[in-house]
């Protein structure tokens, strides 16, 4: 679950006065609308991505996603080169073939009603502190009250969860490995690509973060220490000097 408001306003505010930034709830999420019979895949949103971007006419951009969102941008940005001037991957999905113990996740994410229980506790602000530390946020100090609350009120969302259920049975997860794995087309990539990456990574190890640096041609890795999974959400300066460093030497 999360939303371009609850992962990205910090650096909304910090990199609006160098660029001009969008930040897409995308479907299902955030305050965008959720419909029942949708297949929410990674091509649907590298697809939504060029139509939002038809929509407003923007011949090319700078596109950017944390996780879930990392694996959407690296294949808009493989499937729509000439519509992408650079390419951000911060902790992304598509670097790695499989989940660590891929077994056993893809059974309780994909084959069991153990992922529909994991949504309903999310609605309970003990479960989300702890899933915050254990997996978002390297620092115990850094998880406040108010971050739990934003949090919690994205749980409270009524279609919370549901298009995230359909990724993973859709698209996302297989027995054998993830179907968004993108490691093979990755030497095909030819903008300026910029991968941030949590040092202490326990949802993408950073290893993979490393091998997709070595695939992308003109890449850029820029590991954050003491870092989870979220890392412009604890880090949000060290995040926006970084990528707005990018900007400067890339784009300007």
Same mark, same amino acid.
């Given at each position: 679950?999360?939303?371009? *408001?609850?992962?990205?306003?910090?650096?909304?505010?910090?990199?609006?006065?160098?660029?001009?930034?969008?930040?897409?709830?995308?479907?299902?999420?955030?305050?965008?609308?959720?419909?029942?019979?949708?297949?929410?895949?990674?091509?649907?949103?590298?697809?939504?991505?060029?139509?939002?971007?038809?929509?407003? *006419?923007?011949?090319?951009?700078?596109?950017?996603?944390?996780?879930?969102?990392?694996?959407?941008?690296?294949?808009?940005?493989?499937?729509?080169?000439?519509?992408?001037?650079?390419?951000?991957?911060?902790?992304?999905?598509?670097?790695?073939?499989?989940?660590?113990?891929?077994?056993?996740?893809?059974?309780?994410?994909?084959?069991?009603?153990?992922?529909?229980?994991?949504?309903?506790?999310?609605? *309970?602000?003990?479960?989300?502190?702890?899933?915050?530390?254990?997996?978002?946020?390297?620092?115990?100090?850094?998880?406040?009250?108010?971050?739990?609350?934003?949090?919690?009120?994205?749980?409270?969302? #009524?279609?919370?969860?549901?298009?995230?259920?359909?990724?993973?049975?859709?698209?996302?997860?297989?027995?054998?490995?993830?179907?968004?794995?993108?490691?093979?087309?990755?030497?095909?990539?030819?903008? #300026?690509?910029?991968?941030?990456?949590?040092?202490?990574?326990?949802?993408? #190890?950073?290893?993979?973060?490393?091998?997709?640096?070595?695939?992308? #041609?003109?890449?850029?890795?820029?590991?954050?220490?003491?870092?989870?999974?979220?890392?412009?959400?604890?880090?949000?300066?060290?995040?926006?000097?970084?990528?707005?460093?990018?900007?400067?030497?890339?784009?300007?």
């Amino acid at each position: 679950m999360d939303s371009a *408001k609850l992962s990205w306003d910090r650096i909304i505010e910090n990199l609006s006065h160098q660029a001009q930034v969008y930040a897409l709830d995308l479907p299902g999420y955030g305050q965008s609308e959720y419909r029942s019979g949708v297949q929410y895949s990674t091509n649907f949103y590298a697809h939504f991505i060029k139509a939002f971007m038809d929509e407003l *006419k923007l011949d090319k951009a700078m596109v950017m996603g944390l996780s879930l969102g990392g694996g959407v941008v690296l294949s808009f940005t493989l499937q729509f080169p000439e519509r992408a001037t650079a390419l951000g991957l911060v902790g992304a999905n598509g670097m790695a073939k499989k989940w660590e113990w891929h077994f056993i996740t893809y059974h309780f994410y994909v084959r069991t009603p153990l992922n529909r229980l994991s949504l309903y506790m999310m609605r *309970k602000k003990s479960f989300i502190r702890t899933i915050v530390k254990a997996g978002l946020f390297y620092k115990p100090e850094n998880i406040t009250d108010e971050l739990l609350d934003e949090i919690y009120q994205e749980a409270l969302n #009524p279609h919370f969860g549901r298009a995230y259920e359909s990724f993973q049975r859709s698209d996302y997860m297989g027995r054998q490995g993830l179907r968004s794995y993108f490691g093979d087309q990755m030497p095909n990539i030819d903008v #300026p690509t910029l991968i941030i990456h949590g040092s202490d990574d326990r949802t993408i #190890p950073v290893d993979h973060a490393r091998r997709a640096h070595k695939l992308i #041609p003109d890449s850029e890795l820029h590991i954050m220490d003491e870092c989870r999974h979220w890392s412009q959400k604890e880090y949000p300066n060290e995040f926006s000097q970084v990528v707005g460093s990018f900007i400067s030497r890339k784009l300007s």
